[in-house]
């Protein structure tokens, strides 16, 4: 029989049974007590410590219910077995780094934006009490409601909202059976390549493109092949000669991430050709929907399909909030049912106050005065940062190109755009490095500026600042 060393604290608030079962707990988990190690009899137990032998027998019920130990009746009380947890005996685990995924990317999550950052929008520009009110309905129309499953694929008055959008917006000639919410672009793409059993499969990405995308092409079970971007987009015919037999492309034809360019009419039809002869499947990323600051944007690529080969993916992410996780997926019609299915089982809609409180926002006009708004915002923001960076920082930066809202740059010195970004986050300042979004092309070594929170009275701090950390040595 083990012999248990228990040391109880009457004068504090835990009950006495509840110090018991934690340190027996404590013990079987350290491995100080051996599996099939016979505990003491509640009598004996009680009488060691002072306790009452109910205040054992409740301890004991607890660790039995926990399948730590098991009851035998007359023949008493035995340990399970069960790996031993490393740690001192008696004492918690000791506590494990909290490790934030693919921290190369996203160094911090939930913090206030900083200048330069790219992917949020303005912080100081959302209709914070509109949005507020809009909510609090959303929450009460939510609480009122029948007590039952969601629809999976989204709440039915969003999909519609989202459906009259697309064909105003975006060209897009779709039925509200065709459109599934999703958590953001990431829960859309991961729908995606399961609903058309996408793994094991050969994907062509665009080089440069957003590295987190081809992440999750690559954790997905995808074969990613990187097919090169010029000024008319992605090359359609270096795809084809790169990897004939991929079953994916992924573009973002509206606005190229992060160069800028515009597909071209002839890439889309070349590309749409090429979906079409190899039953091959097209993700339109449309990251940044309508939200062209110059002119009127592009037609999605969706609308130009005619074989059904075209998924479009959009978020509110960058309209409305990141904090959202809320985007949308257009699929074919023929498709719709399977893709409900699939949402059903294994990637339902989010939250239905979310839901319910972006519906209203869109069915009211809220949203797309709110892009009339960002887009004057943002084009002006863009403008002045401009100006900052020829006057203050173009002997080490030099602007390339504007891409939707940010600022392509590059390094003029012979000096690592990863190491000059992370000494920048330390200066509390978020450019992003451009190298990490190339596959073959190392070289090409620079700085992605966003635009949407820059603040007009610590810019021109703010541009020196990074010219200084851009020109400091290797």
């Known amino acids: 029989m083990t012999t248990l060393s228990i040391g109880l604290d009457r004068a504090k608030k835990t009950p006495l049974a509840t110090q018991i079962y934690a340190a027996i707990r404590a013990g079987i988990e350290s491995g100080q007590i051996p599996a099939d190690a016979k505990l003491p009899s509640w009598r004996d137990l009680a009488a060691q410590l002072g306790v009452s032998r109910g205040t054992v027998r409740i301890a004991y019920e607890r660790l039995v219910d926990e399948q730590l130990a098991t009851s035998y009746g007359a023949a008493g009380t035995r340990v399970n077995g069960r790996p031993a947890t490393p740690g001192i005996p008696g004492q918690p685990p000791a506590h494990l780094p909290d490790t934030s995924p693919i921290p190369e990317l996203f160094p911090t999550f939930g913090a206030k934006p900083l200048p330069f950052q790219m992917g949020v929008p303005a912080q100081d520009a959302f209709p914070y009490k509109l949005w507020s009110r809009v909510m609090v309905r959303a929450a009460r129309h939510t609480a009122a409601s029948p007590v039952g499953y969601p629809d999976p694929r989204g709440d039915p008055d969003l999909r519609r909202e989202v459906a009259a959008y697309l064909g105003i917006a975006r060209g897009i000639r779709c039925n509200p059976s065709q459109v599934l919410i999703t958590a953001g672009f990431a829960g859309a793409l991961g729908l995606v390549v399961r609903a058309l059993a996408l793994e094991g499969q050969g994907a062509w990405f665009e080089d440069p493109g957003f590295p987190l995308t081809r992440t999750a092409l690559s954790l997905a079970g995808t074969t990613v092949t990187a097919v090169p971007v010029d000024a008319e987009g992605l090359d359609v015919d270096a795809g084809v000669r790169t990897a004939p037999d991929a079953r994916l492309a992924v573009v973002t034809p509206g606005q190229q991430a992060p160069l800028g360019m515009t597909m071209s009419l002839a890439r889309r039809r070349a590309l749409l050709d090429w979906a079409r002869d190899n039953g091959a499947w097209i993700v339109e990323d449309d990251y940044l929907s309508e939200l062209q600051l110059e002119g009127r944007a592009a037609p999605a690529l969706a609308s130009l399909d005619q074989g059904g080969r075209v998924l479009h993916i959009g978020t509110f992410s960058k309209t409305i909030s990141p904090a959202l996780r809320l985007g949308f997926l257009v699929v074919p019609a023929d498709l719709a ?39 004057r915002l943002y084009a002006a923001r863009r403008e002045a940062l401009l100006r900052c960076l020829r006057k203050e920082a173009a002997d080490v930066l030099e602007v390339q190109a504007t ?11 012979d000096v690592s755009d990863v190491d000059v970004a992370a000494r920048a986050l330390r200066a509390g300042l978020a450019p992003v490095p451009l190298s990490p979004w190339y596959v073959h092309t190392p070289a090409a070594r620079g700085l ?22 851009a020109a400091m040595p290797k």
């Open 337 to 375: 049912r399977r893709f409900g299915d699939v949402a059903a089982c294994l990637a339902p809609a989010p939250g239905a106050t979310i839901q319910r409180a972006v519906a209203d926002f869109l069915r009211e006009g809220h949203y797309l005065r709110h892009l009339r708004r960002m887009k």
């Open 403 to 413: 891409a939707g809202m940010a600022v392509v740059t590059r390094l003029r010195t």
């Open 448 to 469: 992605l500026l966003g635009v949407t929170n820059v603040d007009a009275r610590r810019l021109v701090a703010d541009c020196r600042r990074l010219a200084e950390l």
